[in-house]
């Protein structure tokens, strides 16, 4: 079992920066190098931190204009007025202060791609300019009375669902159908948990590049917290969690009294981890607990989620969550050691007057 989930986490795909062992990504990783060749507009949706920007990059460069200019410009941080400036530049006199000539982002564009985040911010007036140029491929600077043609591959990306904007009035229908011809979901972090131990080795190697570090991995408890927690923020917040620890650690392993503490509180009843009230009130943690890298700690932290999610379930009774995990009682007590696995005082089998119902008590 063991040496068959090793070569699941070693069975990894990397595409330019997107690296994933998950089926669902695999599927749309298989899916690139025909919508690279294409130039029909691609939608991306996904919820913030996911990778949108990353994909639309992976595409570009897997396209034939990938020696062409890839521009990017979100859409929600900029007020409509600046918005319509950036993307198709203006004239001189176009408005006040306007001295000379600017060229638009579509412009700077010209034969590549160009990726407009958070495409549903945009107002309803330049939604109607913008569905213009997918549909003619002409543009006018603010200003102007010619018009410019353009040679550019969009992608969008949203963390809206656009087709919901739609029956809202929000977002143009005849817009959201010419930008729909390939639309691209992309899963959070939470639904795609085996590629939290190969994100975590890949931003460790950024980071040591960038910092001049030495920093190894994670221990089994760290790696063991991450699998548990829920990232609301995606793989942003998996690579701030990382650098984060860089800012404390010059070398050796990342624990987790490295993270952030509101991820040591946030995932109590995970993990018993440091910080915690679960931590504080286990009697069996090893002195020194066993320290793993690389693939070997992500094969152990996901074989010591599998114990600690059986024992909760059957409330730290150890023999149940033997027979759950289908071993023996003994073999579970020697992986229960040997991972450095932290557990209440007593198992389930019989509770103290006066003890909480959570034998952990957090």
């Known amino acids: 079992m063991m040496e068959n989930l090793r070569r699941e986490l070693e069975g990894r795909i990397q595409i330019a920066d997107l690296i994933t062992r998950s089926p669902a990504m695999q ?80 412009a700077l564009a010209e034969g590549g791609t160009f990726f407009l985040d958070e495409i549903g911010e945009i107002s309803q007036a330049l939604q109607v300019r913008f569905l213009r140029v997918l549909q003619e491929k002409v543009y006018e600077p603010l200003g102007g009375t010619q018009s410019v043609k353009t040679d550019v591959r969009v992608i969008a990306a949203t963390n809206r669902s656009l087709a919901h904007l739609v029956t809202t009035g929000e977002f143009r229908q005849d817009l959201f159908y010419r930008i729909n011809v390939v639309k691209i979901t992309l899963p959070p972090l939470r639904e795609r948990k085996e590629d939290i131990p190969l994100l975590v080795h890949h931003f460790i190697s950024r980071f040591n590049r960038r910092q001049k570090k030495s920093i190894q991995g994670l221990n089994m408890e760290a790696l063991a917290l991450l699998l548990g927690h829920e990232f609301l923020g995606n793989i942003r917040e998996l690579e701030n969690i990382i650098e984060h620890a860089f ?116």
Do not use: W
Not at 89 to 100: L, P, S
Not at 248 to 270: C, H, K, S, V, Y
């Open 27 to 106: 599927k749309i990783v298989d899916m690139l190098p025909q919508i690279a060749a294409s130039n029909s507009t691609v939608l991306i949706e996904g919820e913030t931190g996911t990778g949108k920007e990353l994909l639309a990059r992976a595409i570009h460069d897997l396209s034939p204009r990938a020696d062409k200019p890839l521009v990017s410009i979100n859409c929600g941080a900029l007020p409509d007025s600046l918005l319509e400036s950036e993307l198709f530049g203006y004239k001189a006199g176009a408005f006040t202060g306007a001295n000379k000539d600017k060229v638009g982002r579509f």
């Open 247 to 362: 800012v404390l650690r010059e070398t050796g392993m990342i624990t987790p009294d490295d993270f952030p503490a509101e991820i040591l509180f946030m995932d109590q009843d995970n993990l018993a981890v440091p910080g915690t009230a679960a931590y504080q009130n286990t009697q069996e943690r090893p002195a020194h607990p066993n320290e793993f890298s690389g693939m070997e700690s992500a094969v152990h932290a996901v074989e010591a989620k599998a114990i600690i999610d059986a024992l909760k379930r059957n409330n730290f009774n150890r023999v149940a969550a033997a027979r759950e995990l289908g071993i023996h009682k003994s073999t579970l007590f020697r992986k229960i050691r040997a991972l450095g696995i932290s557990l209440p005082q007593v198992d389930g089998r019989f509770r103290p007057y006066g003890m909480a119902d959570n034998p952990l008590g957090a």
